[in-house]
Nanobody, 122 residues
Framework: QVQLVESGGGLVQPGGSLRLSCAASGSIVSIAAMRWYRQTPGKEREFVATMAWSGPDISYSDSVKGRFTISRDNAKNTVYLQMNSLKPEDTAGYYC???????????????WGQGTQVTVSS
């Protein structure tokens, strides 16, 4: 069974840093990309960052560009989000998304983790 588990969230002061991780486990044949989204109550889930599992393709939302860095560890099927210079408006539940192939002849499908809460407050 495929599972995505986020960790690393918590309470941090404005200007502080956190590093989130998302580990994919289970019968995974291939990963096309892993992504981070965030969501606050009453709002749609917002794209944060994405990276391909091979090759150089990375993109960020304008709101986090220059402050957040997405990275990966292919051997561990893990994606990270280093968050620096955090602002109160970064407060949200952060969710990991992965485009995964779980059978050799199968297509790629989206999988989601349960989320980890990030709260930026003084």
């Amino acid at each position: 069974q495929v599972q995505l588990v986020e960790s690393g969230g918590g309470l941090v002061q404005p200007g502080g840093s956190l590093r989130l991780s998302c580990a994919a486990s289970g019968s995974i044949v291939s990963i096309a990309a892993m992504r981070w989204y965030r969501q606050t109550p009453g709002k749609e889930r917002e794209f944060v960052a994405t990276m391909a599992w091979s090759g150089p393709d990375i993109s960020y939302s304008d709101s986090v560009k220059g402050r957040f860095t997405i990275s990966r560890d292919n051997a561990k099927n893990t994606v990270y989000l280093q968050m620096n210079s955090l602002k109160p408006e970064d407060t949200a539940g952060y969710y990991c998304n992965a485009q995964l192939q779980i059978t050799p002849a199968g297509h790629y499908s989206d999988y989601w983790g349960q989320g980890t809460q990030v709260t930026v407050s003084s």
